[in-house]
């Protein structure tokens, strides 16, 4: 009896760990850390100082979100560009983003969520006071798979911590 309790224990504990760390969440990790990456940079680096530089931007971020986003949440975004144009961005939660920011990239999966993931950074910037002060930028993610690729579902912000 106490081997198969043994046996039993086993089998459990391979199982438990192998859906913590399941193929498919690495790969949509690696997948959202690639868009975020692309994404910031091309946020980061643009200047628009012509109407053909934010030409080349907006058709730029198309591109990637057009690579990296479902069909529904593209058109999604397709609308909320119409409406709030370069002002409100879902999958950096309206928060000004640089290249520095990618040293703190953290990509964490939410185990009480199927297929949700936390996207954060740490933005180092000035309090109203002018004060240093680190901000901890935080985008929540839905993946799900489109046409066999992981891609992005949804995304929202949380509230910003400032620490």
């Known amino acids: 009896m106490k081997k198969i309790f043994l046996v039993f224990l086993f089998v459990t504990s391979a199982l438990v760990s192998e859906a913590q760390n399941s193929p498919s969440d690495e790969q ?3 997948m959202l850390k690639a868009f975020y990456i692309a994404y910031n940079t091309a946020w980061a680096t643009t200047k628009l100082k012509t109407d053909q530089d934010a030409h080349t931007f907006i058709k730029k971020l198309d591109s990637l979100q057009t690579k990296y986003c479902t069909t529904k949440l593209k058109k999604e975004l397709k609308e909320l560009f119409k409406k709030e144009g370069l002002d409100h961005d879902l999958l950096i939660n309206d928060e000004y983003t640089d290249v520095t920011h990618l040293k703190t990239l953290k990509i964490v999966k939410d185990p ?8 954060s950074y740490i933005d ?5 006071a002018y004060k240093p ?3 901890t930028v935080t985008v929540n993610v839905t993946v799900a798979k ?18």
């Open 28 to 30: 949509a990790m690696q």
């Open 146 to 163: 489109e046409n066999g690729t992981y891609k992005i579902a949804d995304a929202y912000g949380d509230a910003i911590s400032l620490r």
């Open 124 to 128: 180092h910037t000035l309090s109203p």
């Open 133 to 135: 002060i680190d901000k």
């Open 112 to 119: 009480s969520k199927a297929n949700m993931y936390t996207v």
